[in-house]
Each structure stands twice: as structure tokens, then as C-alpha cells.
């Protein structure tokens, strides 16, 4: 395994806010908890953390008990452990341990992206532990292959942006690998990222690394495991999101009728980020339009 420049490592010293949950698979979560409600639990992508979550954090813990944490390998966690299989079905695992920690039973999954898959890897494997599903763009890259479409967006990520990243990770180039998935996933045609934002990604390279490097980052969730799925469920794209989000969201959604389905205007793959207003308003008025599914003493 490749170690982490020394400017890059997580700090060991959290935010003031946030707790630590010792989970008994020896993982340490970082997390934080507001609001007062039912248990609404954000998730973030592969190149995020619990900050992710900012611009969603005031207006959900108003209607909300939100709980918001960094996935196993994302800033300020300390876990280092090799994990050539990392995946989305062991970042469920985690969840799952951390709904344990934190004594809820049931909880409403809002995720963006690798966290969207999280979700659904944890809703597939124990679906009584979710109360309800709010998921922009799932990057189930097998699902690219369920059409001509998808097969040929997929062809060009995987020239363009994965094989590329994959080889400078390998050889320790983990800040050109970083850039590489950046304007992959987000799409060459927009603007940079602001320093900030991109000081953050760089916190996040092992979370990066361990995906890019793990023998199966992608594995399949059945179609008719999603199709089975009996919680209220909400599937969120960017309307300029990439051809291969676009490709692999249509799959998706084809795989789960019982969805709704939305196209979040002037927004590309980071749909939280990019238009939180419109974001922040459908996951509010999906969650009110079925809170007979939810129950607040969930």
C-alpha cells in the first residue's frame, strides 16, 4: 500500500463537534448528531467527507434528528487498514455498525453519489433498517452495461478517467490521480474547484486510493434486489451531469419502477453541492410526501 504524503494525512484531533464511534469490526467513524425528529442519516461520495453535507446540515436538522459522518476511509478518520475488496457492501457494513452505535433502528439514507451506493448496498442487505431512500446518482458503473448507451460511456471513463487514475495511484501520483478523477467525475467542461475544495479532496486521497485500487469497487447490486426494495425511494441526477452518470442513472432507474425519479437543473454530478436549493427543497418534499412511511418515532 502506498502511504499518504505527510501534508495529507488525516488530522488525529477532530472538529469540536463531532464524536468517534468505536464499531466493533474495528473501524473508528467520525460523526456528528443535531436536530430533533426522525433519524435521517447523510452520506457522502468517494472524494467527500462529513462536511460534505454543509449546505444541507440547517435546513434538515430543523425537520430532522440528522446525523452526518465520514465514511471509513474519508477525512478525519484514522483507519488504515489494507482492504483489497473495499466496496460499497463493506461502507454498508459500517453503516450499519454506526446505526447500532447510535441506537437507531430505522433511519431515512440521504447520500450523494458512492454514498448513494452505500445506501443501497445497505437497503438491499438489511432493508428494515431503512426507513426511506433520498440518492443522487449511484455510480453502479456494472449497470453502464445494460445498454449501448451506457457501454460506450462506460468505455470512455474507464480510457479517459479510471485506468489513467488507477496507474498514478499505483506509482504514488496520488495528487495527478486525484485531479484526474476530479474532472472525471465532475465533467472536463466545468470550472475548476476553488482551492478550498480542492484542499479537501487532497484530505480525502486514501478513501480515493482505497477504491481505485480494490479488486471489485463496483459490485453489482441485482436488479431485482432493487426492484424488491420496499421503502419509499428517490433518485436524483444533475441535469449536466457526465454522459456515464447519466447512462448509469437511467439503467438504475429502469431497474426501480417504484421510484421517483428527478433531474436536478443547473447541477452537475454533485447535486447536494451544486444546486442545494433545488436539492435541499425535493429530498423535504419527497420525505413530507411519504411521512406516512416514516414515522417519527422511527
Not at 174 to 202: F, H, S
Amino acid at each position: 500500500m502506498h502511504t499518504m504524503p505527510d501534508d495529507v494525512k488525516p488530522s488525529v484531533v477532530p472538529e469540536p463537534q463531532l464524536q468517534r464511534a468505536a464499531l466493533e469490526n474495528g473501524v473508528e467513524l467520525a460523526y456528528e448528531i443535531a436536530g430533533e425528529g426522525t433519524p435521517l442519516v447523510f452520506i457522502h461520495g468517494a472524494m467527500g467527507d462529513w462536511r460534505s453535507w454543509d449546505k444541507q446540515w440547517q435546513p434538515f436538522t430543523q425537520r430532522f434528528r440528522c446525523l452526518r459522518y465520514s465514511r471509513r476511509y474519508s477525512y478525519p478518520n484514522r483507519n488504515t487498514m489494507p482492504s483489497p475488496d473495499h466496496s460499497a457492501l463493506r461502507e454498508a457494513q459500517d453503516l450499519r455498525l454506526l446505526l447500532d452505535h447510535v441506537d437507531w433502528q430505522r433511519a431515512i439514507l440521504v447520500g450523494s453519489s458512492y454514498g448513494s451506493f452505500t445506501a443501497l448496498a445497505l437497503a438491499v442487505a438489511d432493508p428494515q433498517r431503512c426507513l426511506a431512500l433520498a440518492l443522487s446518482e449511484p455510480p453502479m458503473m456494472r449497470y453502464s452495461q445494460f445498454s449501448a448507451a451506457g457501454r460506450a460511456a462506460a468505455q470512455a471513463f474507464r480510457t479517459h478517467v479510471i485506468e489513467p487514475a488507477n496507474a498514478a495511484f499505483r506509482r504514488g501520483d496520488d495528487v495527478l490521480a486525484a485531479g484526474i478523477m476530479t474532472g472525471g467525475i465532475n465533467g472536463t467542461d466545468r470550472p475548476p474547484l476553488p482551492p478550498a475544495a480542492m484542499a479537501r479532496r487532497m484530505q480525502n486521497l486514501r478513501a480515493m486510493r482505497m477504491l481505485a485500487l480494490s479488486s471489485d469497487e463496483f459490485p453489482l447490486l441485482a436488479p431485482e434486489a432493487l426492484a424488491a426494495l420496499p421503502m419509499p425511494v428517490l433518485l436524483m441526477a444533475g441535469a449536466n451531469t457526465p454522459a456515464i452518470h447519466a447512462e448509469i442513472f437511467r439503467n438504475v432507474g429502469a431497474a426501480m419502477p417504484q421510484a421517483q425519479q428527478v433531474w436536478i437543473p443547473r447541477s452537475g454530478h454533485s447535486t447536494s453541492n451544486d444546486n442545494a436549493e433545488v436539492f435541499n427543497r425535493t429530498v423535504i418534499d419527497f420525505l413530507q410526501q411519504t411521512s406516512r412511511h416514516v414515522p417519527a418515532d422511527a
